[in-house]
């Protein structure tokens, strides 16, 4: 059994920044693809960032020079560092890895539980 568990979601005023993290568990010896995304009330889930285990990364048009994605593949961990944040990025955000190999099997497209970030005018 694997888990993607995110932290640091919460409620900034506009212009702030705050950082979302995620942490694998399990009995994990690798994970492809890492990203974030996310879905905003009333809206469809889309993506934020991802990262692959090489450390390329892909943007969503609308983050693009406001948030960074990064990883520790040791410690199975992705991060998402926000700036600038605007209302309109008031959203569930959402871990997901897109392939984790560990010691009992091949788990794809996990998902996480999700975080809320509210950003106020």
């Known amino acids: 059994q694997v888990q993607l568990v995110e932290s640091g979601g919460g409620l900034v005023q506009a212009g702030g920044s705050l950082r979302l993290s995620c942490a694998a568990s399990?009995?994990?010896?690798?994970?492809?693809?890492m990203g974030w995304y996310r879905q905003a009330s009333g809206k469809q889930r889309e993506l934020v960032a991802t990262?692959?285990?090489?450390?390329?990364?892909n943007y969503g048009d609308s983050v693009k020079g406001r948030f960074t994605i990064s990883r520790d593949n040791a410690k199975n961990t992705v991060l998402l560092q926000m700036n600038s944040l605007q209302p309109e990025d008031t959203a569930v955000y959402y871990c997901n890895a897109d392939s984790i190999m560990t010691g009992v099997g091949r788990y794809r497209d996990v998902w996480g539980q999700g975080t809320l970030v509210t950003v106020s005018s």
């Open positions: 990262i692959t285990r090489g450390g390329s990364t």
């Open positions: 399990g009995r994990i010896f690798s994970i492809n693809t």
